[in-house]
């Protein structure tokens, strides 16, 4: 079935029976592909039927079909014209694994952080009415994501606007481990409808017999009734906020979604669907574990065992730390939003249950939360990956710094991340925090120094930041001696010709250039910075007035951060005879691929930086 299909046209020749037999095939597809290459597999063979359904009944090509995070989108893909491209997917120059209107148009809205969509569509619905056009616009989004702050922002948008918008709810309990918070408990309510319904009659009966005596019990009675009703049809929350509730619709059933969807079609206003699917569906290992295939490195199809080998990682060492510093700190907590394995939280979770706080895929409220129980006195540590954070930005200047509270902010998957790709990469932290007051960054050159600054984050007693990558240590040979002092770097060579200047993972490089340099009898400084913000001004113009010649090194863009530091730092003390060169990320959104790879295409690679040190050197 799977070759006879090409595009949505293609799909919607086939009849129920051929659909049910294409779903398998696509499944096996996916799972031959993310074994191979890794990816998101859980989520989508989660949406198998439903994206078969979606797209058999609308059109893509007219109408706007946005799928928030994207990370569900194979199925999609592989129905539009890239299933063989699929066999690329999140490889260097292959198909991305998010939504990318670059590789085709009906991806509508490129996406990749959460709880977007709907917003998207809002968008695209008002845009359609004034240019007086018809169409139908779709945001599918799942139970996790309907908890972001955006999602709830535009729900309520929505409800009030009259507005021809379908928000598909796709509902597995699951965010990427087990769905939390009052959502949650309310699409749980939802979920048992079917339940409720004999209740529901029996409520309504026993409301009836309730003697309605003078106007102001009439009221009573019609509030007490609309609560009660809130209570036993929980839909009713999507009601009233002005959306038409369907659901719980099964979400593997295509003839039922195909059919809900034709109907729903044809009426006005906001509708919401609640669609209930499994994740992980028709793979045994991702059915019973889904957290750990909702991302998942390549593995064994036949054990579903992966085949990386499981190495120490700056997550764990850092959720480590915390659990050894919290033992002997009773003020210290943690929060995440709802990644508390990949920021490497579980443990911390186990051990201290009531001072770790998953709050949902919600890194606004997580900051702003955070500065709360600062100022009530605790220590909190907030570990959100570098892209995460972005969202986050107002809630750290203006409830943070401009307060100074003593939040200490764990930047995890700081620079390069990989095949994510360019709504991942970690590349812009260290310039967007840079320019806040009150704040303090430093960035480890290894595990040791990560635990050091983590100690040293809660002597400071101000907004600090600790940015580290995904991945595990690269080995350097020196281990750190230097205690930390703020804003002071680590000079961990000493040399005469040149100065290399580097920062948390690209310490270890700055000292393998050192090491090669030697035998071309140059003799590198290397600087370990440890500090963004204070920069330690004062030492590395001592290193640079002796070499008159200086690199950076950094795994971020090169606008705002070390680059860009070091290069006012030349410029303020007027020091014209000093050359200087930076080894940074272009002003470009970078793509996916392997961490090595890309930083062979952005001249990270050892043999470009010799040849330029030697030339400039010489
Ligand atoms: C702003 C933001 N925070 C965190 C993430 C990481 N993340 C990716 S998918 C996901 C869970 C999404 O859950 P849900 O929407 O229910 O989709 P499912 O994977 O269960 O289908 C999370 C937390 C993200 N993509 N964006």
């Known amino acids: 079935m799977l070759n006879k299909i090409n595009n949505t046209d293609d799909l919607k020749k086939l009849d129920i029976k051929d659909k049910k037999i294409l779903a398998k095939e696509i499944r096996n597809y996916i799972l031959e592909i993310v074994s191979k290459n890794g990816g998101h597999l859980a989520s989508n063979l989660g949406v198998v039927e439903l994206t078969i359904a979606l797209e058999s009944v609308f059109d893509v090509n007219k109408d706007k079909l946005i799928w928030d995070v994207g990370h569900q989108s194979y199925v999609h893909k592989i129905l539009n014209g890239r299933k063989d491209e699929l066999k690329t997917l999140r490889k260097l120059d292959g198909i991305a694994g998010f939504p990318k209107y670059q590789e085709n148009d009906v991806d509508c809205f490129n996406t990749g952080h959460s709880s977007t969509s709907i917003s998207a569509a809002m968008g695209m619905a008002c845009a359609r009415d004034l240019k007086n056009e018809k169409n139908s616009v779709i945001a599918v989004i799942g139970d996790g994501s309907l908890t972001g702050g955006m999602a709830m ?260 998957r700081a620079g390069i991340v990989g095949n994510d790709g360019e709504t991942h990469q970690g590349l812009y932290d260290l310039s967007f925090f840079k320019l806040i007051p009150n704040i303090v960054i430093m960035a480890p050159k290894d595990f040791k120094e990560l635990e050091a600054m983590m100690d040293y984050a809660i002597e400071l007693k101000c907004p600090v930041v600790i940015r580290y990558p995904r991945g595990s240590e690269e080995e350097t040979g020196v281990s750190t001696t230097k205690e930390l002092k703020l804003g002071k770097c680590e000079k961990i060579k000493t040399g005469k010709d040149v100065t290399i200047v580097s920062i948390g993972k690209m310490v270890p490089k700055a000292l393998e250039m050192a090491k090669i340099l030697k035998e071309f009898k140059i003799d590198a400084e290397v600087i370990n910075s440890r500090f963004l913000k204070p920069f330690d001004n004062f030492g590395v113009l001592k290193s640079i007035d002796k070499t008159k010649n200086v690199i950076t090194i950094e795994d971020g863009t090169c606008i705002g951060g070390l680059a860009s530091t070091v290069k006012e730092l030349i410029v303020d003390n007027n020091r014209k005879d000093v050359k200087f060169k930076s080894y940074c990320y272009p002003d470009k959104f970078i793509e996916h691929g392997s961490v090595n790879e890309l930083e062979d295409r952005y001249g990270f690679n050892n043999e470009d930086i010799l040849k330029y040190i030697i030339k400039s050197v010489k």
Request: aromatic share 8%; hydrophobic share 35%.
């Open 153 to 412: 922002e535009a729900l309520n948008h929505a409800g009030s606007s009259g507005k021809n918008i379908i928000v598909v709810l796709n509902d597995n309990e699951m965010s990427i481990s087990k769905n939390i918070g009052g959502i949650n408990q309310l699409l749980t309510k939802l979920r048992v409808k079917k339940n409720y319904t004999k209740s529901n009659d029996s409520w309504k009966r026993k409301i009836r017999k309730i003697p309605v005596i003078g106007k102001g019990l009439v009221n009573t009675v019609s509030r007490i009734k609309k609560v009660i009703k809130q209570l036993i049809i929980p839909g009713m929350y999507f009601e009233e906020i002005g959306f038409k509730y369907v659901g719980p619709i099964d979400g593997h059933n295509i003839e039922d979604l195909e059919h809900i969807f034709r109907e729903v079609k044809k009426i006005n206003g906001p509708i919401l669907i609640h669609v209930l699917t499994k994740k992980g569906k028709g793979y045994k290992p991702s059915e019973e574990n889904p957290d750990k295939f909702h991302g998942a490195s390549p593995f064994d199809i036949e054990t579903g065992k992966s085949l990386k080998k499981k190495k120490k990682d700056y997550s764990a060492v850092f959720g480590h730390k915390l659990v050894k510093m919290a033992s002997k700190n009773e003020k210290i907590v943690a929060i995440t939003a709802a990644m508390k394995d990949g920021t490497g939280l579980t443990k911390f979770g186990d051990v201290y249950p009531d001072r770790l706080f998953d709050v949902g895929i919600a890194e606004q409220h997580a900051l702003t939360f955070a500065a709360g129980l600062a100022k009530y006195g605790m220590v909190p540590f907030v570990s959100i990956y570098s892209s995460f954070y972005q969202r986050a930005y107002d809630q750290v200047i203006h409830d943070i710094c401009m307060q100074n509270l003593p939040v200490v902010m764990c930047v995890d």
